[in-house]
């Protein structure tokens, strides 16, 4: 399959301003299942300087800076990919990963570096939530198949346009939240049963939806000998080749597709769109 993405982000400003630096999470991260055949990224006003990197968790970002005044910054982006088809359950995990009996425990796979994919807030009540799906199944897959389905069944998927992230305690406690919201309440719920996770922003298809596609976010489990396994909890799946991460991180806030100050008195309007077409 072969689908061509469209991402424009666009800020409006009342006033003038100087932009600063800025860092654009807008770069298809690298997987086995999907090739990147075309990628373009258009900035304008078009920045003085402009540089492809990698971050510390290996997050390939685009840095620019600018100079003069301006009342708008607008990013276009266009790629086109090709997937191809696979199951997310298709592995043999590590015999020393292990169900224990509060918590998986990584024997031997345990290193500084998985540890900071861990900590978590220690919230009692959502920590009881996960706890009783850890009681009541048997293995690693049989447990995140039940808690992302009652995730998905139990809580309200909502359009949530301000920036940030709900607390963890709030989106459970209201059953309620934007997918990035539920995906922020995932982490905690598998941290708390020993599970290294972390937060994914990025693309979506579902080529039942005919109206605009947005950008979507989902968590990632790391199980040895598996890798980093995928959840929806918006949709309850696990995630397939329809799923294309744009930055991943322990920290939701570093997934930020556009990370960046201004100089000047003046407020800023956020317009997004996303258009996933199949060619």
């Given at each position: 399959?072969?689908?061509?993405?469209?991402?424009?982000?666009?800020?409006?400003?009342?006033n003038?301003?100087?932009?600063?630096?800025?860092?654009?999470?807008l770069?298809?991260?690298?997987?086995?299942?999907?090739?990147?055949?075309?990628?373009s990224?258009?900035?304008?006003?078009?920045?003085?300087?402009?540089?492809?990197?990698?971050?510390?968790?290996?997050?390939?970002?685009?840095?620019?800076?600018?100079?003069?005044?301006?009342?708008?910054?607008?990013?276009?982006?266009?790629?086109?990919i090709?997937?191809?088809?696979?199951n997310?359950?298709?592995?043999?995990?590590?015999?020393?990963?292990?169900?224990?009996?509060?918590?998986?425990?990584?024997?031997?796979?345990?290193?500084?570096?998985?540890?900071?994919?861990?900590?978590?807030?220690?919230?009692?009540?959502?920590?009881?939530?996960?706890?009783?799906?850890?009681?009541?199944?048997?293995?690693?897959?049989?447990?995140?198949?039940?808690?992302?389905?009652?995730?998905?069944?139990?809580?309200?998927?909502?359009?949530?346009?301000?920036?940030?992230?709900q607390?963890?305690?709030?989106?459970?406690?209201?059953?309620?939240?934007?997918?990035?919201?539920?995906?922020?309440?995932?982490?905690?719920?598998?941290?708390?049963?020993?599970?290294?996770?972390?937060?994914?922003?990025?693309?979506?298809?579902?080529?039942?939806l005919?109206?605009?596609?947005?950008?979507?976010?989902?968590?990632?489990?790391?199980?040895?000998?598996?890798?980093?396994?995928?959840?929806?909890?918006?949709?309850?799946?696990?995630t397939?080749?329809?799923?294309?991460?744009?930055?991943?991180?322990?920290?939701?806030?570093?997934?930020?597709?556009?990370?960046?100050?201004?100089?000047?008195?003046?407020?800023?309007?956020?317009?997004?769109?996303?258009?996933?077409?199949?060619?």
């Open positions: 399959m072969i689908l061509e993405i469209k991402h424009n982000t666009r800020y409006n400003y009342d003038e301003v100087i932009l600063n630096p800025h860092t654009f999470y770069a298809l991260q690298n997987r086995t299942y999907f090739q990147v055949l075309e990628f990224i258009h900035i304008d006003p078009t920045p003085i300087g402009l540089s492809a990197l990698v971050n510390l968790e290996n997050t390939a970002y685009y840095q620019a800076w600018f100079n003069g005044h301006t009342s708008y910054l607008n990013i276009e982006i266009k790629s086109t090709k997937t191809i088809e696979f997310p359950l298709n592995f043999i995990y590590e015999s020393s990963f292990q169900k224990k009996s509060t918590y998986f425990d990584y024997g031997k796979f345990m290193n500084p570096l998985l540890k900071s994919y861990m900590n978590h807030l220690g919230l009692g009540e959502i920590k009881s939530y996960s706890s009783n799906f850890y009681q009541i199944t048997n293995d690693i897959v049989t447990f995140l198949n039940a808690i992302n389905e009652d995730v998905h069944r139990n809580w309200i998927h909502e359009i949530r346009m301000e920036d940030g992230f607390s963890p305690y709030l989106t459970f406690t209201q059953r309620s939240g934007s997918c990035r919201d539920l995906a922020f309440m995932m982490m905690e719920m598998l941290k708390s049963v020993g599970l290294a996770t972390r937060f994914v922003s990025g693309y979506a298809f579902n080529p039942e005919s109206e605009e596609h947005n950008l979507h976010a989902w968590v990632e489990v790391y199980i040895p000998g598996a890798g980093w396994v995928g959840l929806d909890p918006s949709l309850g799946l696990f397939d080749y329809n799923y294309f991460p744009l930055a991943t991180s322990f920290d939701p806030v570093n997934t930020s597709p556009v990370i960046g100050t201004y100089g000047g008195f003046s407020s800023a309007e956020l317009v997004t769109f996303v258009d996933i077409q199949q060619k």
